[in-house]
């Protein structure tokens, strides 16, 4: 199948009512996520989750990515108005964003902000086409010894590539490897780490440690911060008209920002947040004039919104055709997939082409659909600003119980919400990343089955892991990765 014929088979997928609804309900739920600060697009997928269950797969992934992505947008407007980052990817924002509004133009940085997501997002698909097929055909040569090396890389980078507590990040990977481990071995049969309790011989339910670790240690972590203030009262649609300079400064730093999106959104353990930074950086380093940027600058508002949207789109890529979930929120994607029994990898474009393609036709159509909601609705998403806490917070709790309960209809599942939950809060006050948790839980499995698979093959030789170009690249690149990350940590201690 070619990519027109691909495109053409994926707008009948996307386009079926049923599936448009959920795309509509995905990107809008994404965007009221991303407009509250202090929630994000972790906690309101880990809420979903139980939801797909009683829905297709096609339906189930398209509204749990439309989160993802609407959360990018919705993100931008608190950054904007409160100076409070609805996402991390959005903490950028706030540098200039801010400054904008605080000078009367908060509705051109947010006009600016949506347009430069939109045409990332539009390019980041081009991307996500052209790499997907490639790589696809690509990874077809991969064995069980590749796989094994390059997910073992995928953590390590995770836990190492703009980190900087690398050893705390490393122990989160190792304790979600660990849970991952949690239940019956399918090979042997034995039990392991299950202390006798029989609700865990399936191992830990993926739902509950996702609602406990983002929807509950969420909303403990946040409860302490009593109301927003200084939310603006009103933005009109002509206050969003720019100047014919604010247009002129957009196009370059919007492309600039999509190049670097889509290259490292496309590689495992970077992501989007840094994808942003690195935006902002290149921005004022190439601009003629860097004096103005923190003060208002609109090209440190296009540049990282442009490179994260383009980002949360090729993330896709290595999720999708090698089974490689490159970031915590894809590792959930990788989950709701693996929840419907399907193991995304090289042959899935083949396999369950209405899936994939599906999927990148939905990106268009929300992504439409986000930039003709938000700009017109624009007042709305200022008002959700106002909600308060007191309201919000108990109505998750309700929620995370609901969701949970219904997946098995056990009450231990519960008991394991709450338990992560406070877990979650207590390593996030310890600066511990709960994600990589979730990161190494879902990884976990997946490595070991292929680890124990090249060592078959090899009747136990691990020289399988040197002997064969690919797995032994990925070995040399995890092994470069480590060194780096403990020079940079000696460089910084002896700097003192």
């Known amino acids: 199948m070619t990519a027109l014929e691909g495109i053409a088979y994926g707008f009948s997928v996307a386009l079926q009512p049923a599936v448009l609804i959920y795309c509509l309900l995905g990107v809008t739920l994404g965007t ?71 000078q009367g133009r908060a509705g051109v940085a947010l006009f600016v902000s949506m347009v430069s997501s939109f045409t990332g997002s539009v390019l980041g698909i081009v991307v996500l086409v052209v790499l997907a097929g490639w790589l696809s055909r690509a990874a077809t040569a991969f064995g069980a010894a590749d796989y094994a090396a390059m997910m073992i890389l995928g953590l390590v980078a995770a836990s190492t590539i703009g980190s900087d507590r690398p050893l705390k990040s490393f122990a989160m990977v190792v304790l ?11 090979n042997s049969g034995a039990q392991r780490f299950t202390f006798g309790q029989t609700e865990l011989l399936d191992g830990i339910n993926l739902v509950a440690l996702a609602m406990g670790l983002f929807g509950v240690a969420e909303v403990v972590g946040n409860i302490r911060d009593a109301e927003r203030t200084g939310v603006p009262q009103k933005v009109s649609f002509r206050q969003m008209m720019p100047s014919r300079d604010d247009l002129r400064r957009m196009p370059l730093p919007v492309l600039r920002g999509t190049t670097l999106g889509s290259f490292f959104g496309a590689l495992p353990g970077t992501g989007s947040t840094l994808s942003s930074f690195l935006s902002y950086a290149m921005e004022q380093r190439v601009s003629r004039s860097p004096e103005r940027f923190g003060k208002g600058a609109v090209e440190g508002v296009a540049g990282p919104e442009a490179a994260n949207n383009a980002a949360a789109i090729t993330a896709f890529v290595p999720t999708l055709t090698l089974g490689i979930p490159g970031d915590p929120i894809m590792a959930l994607m990788l989950g709701a997939l693996v929840i419907h029994g399907i193991q995304p990898g090289p042959l899935m474009l083949e396999a369950r082409p209405e899936m994939f393609w599906g999927l990148v036709v939905s990106f268009g159509i929300g992504n439409f659909l986000l930039l003709i909601l938000n700009l017109p609705l624009i007042g709305i998403w200022v008002s959700m600003l106002r909600i308060p806490f007191r309201y919000l917070y108990p109505a998750i709790l309700i929620f995370v119980c609901l969701g949970v309960y219904s997946v098995r209809e056990s009450g231990f599942d519960i008991a394991v919400v709450a338990i992560v939950g406070i877990s979650g809060y207590l390593m996030a006050l310890a600066k511990f990343s709960p994600a990589l948790l979730l990161l190494g839980f879902v990884l976990g499995p997946l490595i070991e089955t292929n680890l124990r698979r090249a060592l078959l093959i090899s009747r136990g030789d691990p020289m399988v892991f040197l002997e064969r170009p690919i797995a032994c690249g990925f070995v040399i690149a995890t092994a470069a990765l480590i060194v780096l990350t403990i020079w940079q940590g000696w460089r910084r201690r002896a700097a003192g």
């Not at 992934?61 to 959360?71: C, D, E, H, N, T």
């Not at 409160?82 to 924002?93: E, K």
């Not at 979600?176 to 399918?186: A, H, N, P, Q, S």
């Open 32 to 102: 009221f996520i991303g407009v509250l600060p202090g929630i994000g697009a972790m906690a309101a997928i880990s809420l979903l989750l139980p939801i797909t269950y009683y829905i297709s797969p096609e339906a189930a992934l398209i509204m749990l990515a439309g989160v993802y992505y609407g959360a990018q947008y919705g993100g931008a407007v608190a950054s904007i108005l409160l100076r409070l980052p609805g996402t991390p990817q959005s903490a950028v924002t706030t540098l200039d964003g801010y400054p904008l509004a605080q």
């Open 176 to 186: 979600g490897l660990i849970l991952g481990c949690v239940g019956t071995d399918v």
